[in-house]
């Protein structure tokens, strides 16, 4: 009894830590995209990069049992919400714990000063 009860906390944990190098992963790559030279191709690779890692992580799990694989999911999806309520985007006036240079504040200082522009006139077709 007591080895299954250590066998499925470490199979969650084992969830967590995919869950944490997938959404991580993802956080990584969307932080640099700016920076790199070819970003399609940083975004793809970190896709399949990614995909490649959780899908033989999950894997792994397969050989005891479906709800082994369950509780893995729900290491990995409940990671997940950790790291979305953790990362937050910034309040319109201030910094997120990321500081000032991320993408969700650059992306709402772009879509704030788009607003400010006039519209170009209509033409005449």
């Known amino acids: 009894m007591t080895e299954s009860v250590y066998l499925y906390a470490g199979i969650m944990l084992w969830g967590v830590v995919l869950g ?71 309040s319109p006036g201030g910094e997120s714990w990321m500081g000032r240079n991320n993408i969700v504040g650059a992306t709402s200082v772009a ?3 788009k607003k400010g522009r006039p519209k170009p006139p209509p033409q005449d077709r």
Request: hydrophobic fraction near 55%; include cysteine; proline fraction near 4%.
């Open 20 to 90: 944490f190098c997938y959404f991580g992963g993802l956080w990584f790559t969307v932080r640099r995209l700016p920076t790199v030279r070819h970003p399609a191709l940083w975004m793809l690779g970190s896709f399949i990069l990614r995909n490649a890692l959780v899908a033989s992580g999950f894997y792994a799990v397969i050989r005891w049992s479906w709800q082994s694989v369950l509780l893995c999911l729900v290491g990995f999806v409940g990671i997940r919400l950790i790291l979305i309520r953790r990362i937050k985007a910034p």
């Open 111 to 113: 879509c704030s000063e």
